[in-house]
């Protein structure tokens, strides 16, 4: 069984930083793409931020430039920086990987609990 465990979030002014962790956990034989979804009340779960396991990485256009994802492959575990947050940032944070347990299985995308995000004065 594969565990996503973040953690890094919390209540931020706007105009202030935090930065998300999520490690994965259990029987990992590879993790292809890493990303970083939100959701907020009322409305559906909008992709933030992902990176592909070479590096690349795409970003929502509401948060370019603001937030940077990052990942340490040996350690299985994926970043969210976020600098200058607004009030609109506020959401529950979900982490997402695609991960292979074993050399003959496929990819399965795992999600991790969330986090909640808020951003506020």
């Known amino acids: 069984q594969v565990q996503l465990a973040e953690s890094g979030g919390g209540l931020v002014q706007p105009g202030g930083s935090l930065r998300l962790s999520c490690a994965a956990s259990?029987?990992?034989?590879?993790?292809?793409?890493m990303g970083w979804y939100r959701q907020a009340p009322g409305k559906p779960r909008e992709l933030v931020a992902a990176?592909?396991?070479?590096?690349?990485?795409n970003y929502a256009d509401s948060v370019q430039g603001r937030f940077a994802i990052s990942r340490d492959n040996a350690k299985n575990t994926v970043y969210l920086q976020m600098n200058s947050l607004k009030p609109e940032d506020t959401a529950v944070y979900y982490c997402?990987?695609?991960?292979?347990?074993?050399?003959?299985?496929?990819?399965?995308?795992?999600w991790g609990q969330g986090t909640q995000v808020t951003v506020s004065s």
């Open positions: 997402n990987a695609d991960i292979r347990r074993y050399m003959w299985s496929s990819e399965v995308p795992n």
């Open positions: 259990g029987i990992i034989f590879s993790i292809n793409a």
């Open positions: 990176i592909t396991s070479g590096g690349s990485t």
